[in-house]
C-alpha cells in the first residue's frame, strides 16, 4: 500500500486499485499522521486538530476513525493481531510506513540527495512529476494543513530551481526557457529564479532576451522592493554583455529567492531552526552566510548582533559540522577582540554564549575545551548581572554544553536544566522551556529515575506541540525505547525482542528528519549493542550496522562476539579515551568489558577510574536515548580485573 498527499489524499493497494478511506474526516486523521513523519501525534492533538471546537465525544469519535482507517489499510490483518501500519503509541497514534510508500516524504528524500549529489536528478524530476495539485488538497481549513501545505509547496519550488540549476550546469537546460518563464511569472520574487531563466535564454542561443530578463528582474526588484540585484545577478549580466560562451552556476540561498542583509537574514534563519528538519540543515548555512556578510561591513556591533542574535537551543555534545561550527566561534572570537573588555557587556554575553554554545564539547581539543569553559561562565556571569532572562537561558545552554568535562555529573546538569525550565516558564520562553525539559529527562535518565524521565517526556510533548518542535516526539520516542530496554531485563517485563524492535522504530522516525546536530549515525547500533549487553548476549556482528563515531569503542566487543581474539585485543589498545559527551559513561562501559573479558589489566584500571564518578548513573542514560545498564555493573568488573594485574 501506499498513501499521496501531493494533491487530494488517497491510499493505494499495491496493485493500484483505491483504498477506500472513508469520510473527510477519516482522511484527515490519516493525513495528519503522514504530516507527523512517523512520530506520534497526541489524541489531544488529533482532536484540537480536527475540531475547531471539539464535540462531548470527540475522543471517542476519533477512535472510531482509526477503527475504520485500520480495517482499511490493513484488511488481512486476522482479529485481535495488533495493527503494524496505524499504531496505538503512548498516548497518541504513529503512522509505520516505509518513506518511500509516502509520496511526501519520496519527494523529500530525492530533494535532500539532489542537494547533495548532482546525479539523483532523475529521481528529483520524477518527485517533482509526482505532485498532482496543492499538498493535502482536500483537507480545507485545518492550520496544521495550511502549515504543511505552504512547507511543502516551499520545497517545491526549491526543487523546481534545483532541477533547472542541475541541467544547467550539466550543459543542457536550453528546454527550460517556458516552463522558468511561467515560474517567475508566478514568483517575481525569487531572484535565483531570474538568474535561471536567463541562463535558460542564453544556453538557447537569446542573448538580448536574457539581457532583457535581467534588466527586468533589476527594475522590478528595485522600484517594489527598494533592493539592488544580488551579486549573482550582476555577474551573471556582466558575463552575458561581455560574451561568454558559458555562465558559471549560481550560488544558491534559502532565503525564498530574496535577498536580505545580514540581520535579517541571521533572525530569518534563527526563526527556521527552531522549526528543525531541513530548516534547521539550511538556517545554519544561512546563519554563517549572515555572519560572513556582516564582518565584510566593518560594523563590529552588527557583527556582534547578528552572531548573537542566533540563540537557538542546543542539547547534544556533538556537531553534524565541525567546521561550520568552528567558523562561527572563529569570528566570534575575532569579534569580542575588536570589542574589548569594556565593549557592551550585552553583546560581550552573547558572543560569549556563542562561543560556548558552538564548541560542542565532543569535538574540542584540551585547549579549544578550556576556553569554551571559560566563555560560558563568563557569559553566565554578564547575563546574571544584566538580569536578562533570555539571555541567561542562552548563556546557560552553554554551561550545560560544557557540563560534559568528566563521567558522573548527571545530577549538576539537572541543576542547570532546572533553572533554564524555571527561568523560560517564567518569562515565556517556550523554546527554551523545551529545552529545559529534556536536559531534565537525559539527568533523570542518567540517574536511573525513569518516573521522573517520563514525567518529563510528557511536558516536553505538550510544550512541542505549541512550539512546533519536531524532534522533540523523535526524542521522547528513543527514550520511551530505553525505557523497554530497562524493563526487558525485569521479570513479566517486555521482551529483548519488542525492546530492539522499538529501537528500529525510533531509529526510523529519526532517519525521517534532517537529525539533531551529530546525533544520527551509530545511534541505533549502539543501542542494540546495549540490550545485548543487558542480557548478557556478545555484541551484534552484523556487517551492515553503522557504527558511526562509536566504532572504536564497540570493535573490541564486535571482534570478540567473532571469537577473533587478538584482533580484540589490538582494537582495545587503539581506542582512545572517550570524548567528553552525551556518551562518555556508555564509552568507558564498553571498554571496561572488552578489558575484563580479554585480561586487559591497564585498560580496566584506566576504565575503573573513570567510571567511579559515576558508580551511580546508568551507562549511556545521559543521552535520554538508550541504555546498557547501570555503570556500577562495568565497574565492578573493570576493578576486578584491575586488581589482577
Do not use: K
Not at 20 to 41: F, I, S, W, Y
Not at 609 to 622: I, K, Q, S, V, W
Not at 629 to 641: D, H, I, M, N
Amino acid at each position: 500500500m501506499r498513501i499521496d498527499v501531493l494533491g487530494a489524499v488517497r491510499a493505494l493497494h499495491d496493485d493500484g486499485t483505491p483504498v477506500d478511506l472513508g469520510g473527510p474526516r477519516h482522511r484527515e486523521v490519516l493525513a495528519r499522521l503522514v504530516a507527523a513523519g512517523g512520530r506520534m501525534v497526541a489524541t489531544d492533538t488529533l482532536v484540537a486538530d480536527l475540531w475547531a471546537e471539539p464535540p462531548v465525544r470527540a475522543v471517542g469519535a476519533l477512535r472510531t476513525f482509526v477503527a475504520a482507517l485500520r480495517r482499511a489499510i490493513e484488511p488481512g490483518r486476522p482479529p485481535r493481531t495488533p495493527p503494524r501500519v496505524l499504531v496505538t503509541e503512548g498516548p497518541g497514534y504513529a503512522l509505520r510506513l516505509p518513506r518511500a510508500q509516502v509520496d511526501a516524504h519520496r519527494f523529500e528524500d530525492a530533494l535532500a540527495r539532489a542537494r547533495r549529489a548532482p546525479e539523483a536528478l532523475a529521481g528529483l524530476e520524477a518527485a517533482l512529476a509526482a505532485w498532482r495539485g496543492p499538498a493535502y488538497a482536500d483537507v480545507t481549513g485545518s492550520v496544521w494543513a495550511q502549515r504543511e501545505r505552504a512547507r511543502l509547496e516551499e520545497l517545491r519550488l526549491e526543487a523546481t530551481e534545483l532541477r533547472a540549476r542541475l541541467l544547467l550546469d550539466s550543459g543542457s537546460g536550453a528546454e527550460l526557457v517556458a516552463e522558468l518563464g511561467a515560474h517567475v511569472t508566478e514568483h517575481p520574487w525569487r531572484e535565483p529564479a531570474w538568474g535561471l531563466l536567463a541562463r535558460a535564454l542564453h544556453r538557447a542561443g537569446r542573448q538580448a532576451d536574457a539581457l532583457a530578463t535581467l534588466r527586468r528582474a533589476r527594475t522590478m526588484l528595485v522600484e517594489q522592493l527598494g533592493l539592488d540585484p544580488g551579486a549573482d545577478l550582476r555577474r551573471l549580466e556582466a558575463d552575458i554583455l561581455h560574451g561568454a560562451t558559458t555562465l558559471p552556476p549560481a550560488r544558491t540561498v534559502w532565503t525564498a529567492g530574496v535577498r536580505l542583509g545580514p540581520r535579517t537574514t541571521v533572525e530569518l534563519a534563527r526563526t527556521l531552526a527552531l522549526a528543525g528538519g531541513d530548516a534547521l540543515v539550511h538556517s545554519r548555512r544561512d546563519r554563517l552566510a549572515a555572519v560572513e556578510a556582516a564582518e565584510r561591513t566593518g560594523d563590529i556591533a552588527l557583527t556582534a548582533r547578528v552572531i548573537g542574535a542566533y540563540d537557538v537551543p542546543a542539547l547534544w555534545s556533538r556537531a553534524d559540522d565541525p567546521e561550520q561550527s568552528r567558523a562561527v566561534v572563529a569570528a566570534a572570537e575575532r569579534t569580542l577582540t575588536a570589542l574589548g573588555t569594556d565593549g557592551p557587556a550585552e553583546l560581550r554575553a552573547r558572543l560569549l554564549a556563542t562561543v560556548a554554545v558552538e564548541s560542542r564539547s565532543a569535538d574540542l581539543s584540551g585547549t579549544e575545551a578550556e576556553r569554551a569553559g571559560q566563555a560560558a561562565r563568563e557569559a553566565e556571569a554578564l547575563a546574571r548581572e544584566l538580569g536578562d532572562p533570555a539571555l541567561l537561558v542562552f548563556a546557560l545552554n552553554g554551561v550545560f554544553l560544557q557540563s560534559f568535562t568528566r563521567p558522573g555529573l548527571a545530577a549538576a546538569r539537572d541543576v542547570i536544566g532546572a533553572e533554564i525550565l524555571g527561568l523560560a516558564t517564567r518569562h515565556e520562553l517556550p523554546n527554551f522551556a523545551v529545552l529545559g525539559r529534556l536536559i531534565r529527562l537525559q539527568s533523570a535518565s542518567a540517574l536511573g529515575d525513569l518516573d521522573a524521565a517520563s514525567a518529563h517526556a510528557r511536558a516536553a510533548e505538550r510544550l512541542a506541540v505549541s512550539t512546533e518542535a519536531s524532534l522533540v516526539p523523535v526524542l521522547t520516542g528513543w527514550f520511551r525505547a530505553r525505557v523497554t530496554a530497562a524493563l526487558s531485563t525485569e521479570p513479566g517485563g517486555p521482551t529483548a525482542a519488542t525492546a530492539a524492535a522499538h529501537y528500529r522504530a525510533a531509529e526510523d522516525a529519526l532517519a525521517g528528519t534532517a537529525s539533531m546536530p551529530g546525533l544520527h549515525r551509530g545511534l541505533f547500533a549502539l543501542a542494540l549493542l546495549g540490550l545485548r549487553l543487558l542480557h548478557g548476549r556478545p555484541a551484534p556482528t552484523d556487517p551492515g550496522l553503522d557504527w558511526g563515531p562509536y566504532r572504536p569503542w564497540a570493535q573490541p566487543l564486535v571482534l570478540l562476539a567473532r571469537n577473533r581474539v587478538e584482533e580484540a585485543r589490538t582494537a582495545l589498545a587503539a581506542a582512545p579515551e572517550p570524548p567528553l559527551d552525551h556518551m562518555q559513561e556508555a564509552l568507558w562501559c564498553l571498554t571496561a568489558h572488552a578489558a575484563a573479558r580479554l585480561g586487559e589489566h591497564p585498560a580496566a584500571a584506566r576504565a575503573a577510574t573513570a567510571l567511579r564518578p559515576a558508580r551511580t548513573e546508568h551507562a549511556g542514560g545521559a543521552s535520554g536515548l538508550l541504555t546498557l545498564g547501570p555503570v556500577a555493573r562495568y565497574l565492578t568488573e573493570a576493578e576486578a580485573c584491575a586488581d589482577q594485574g
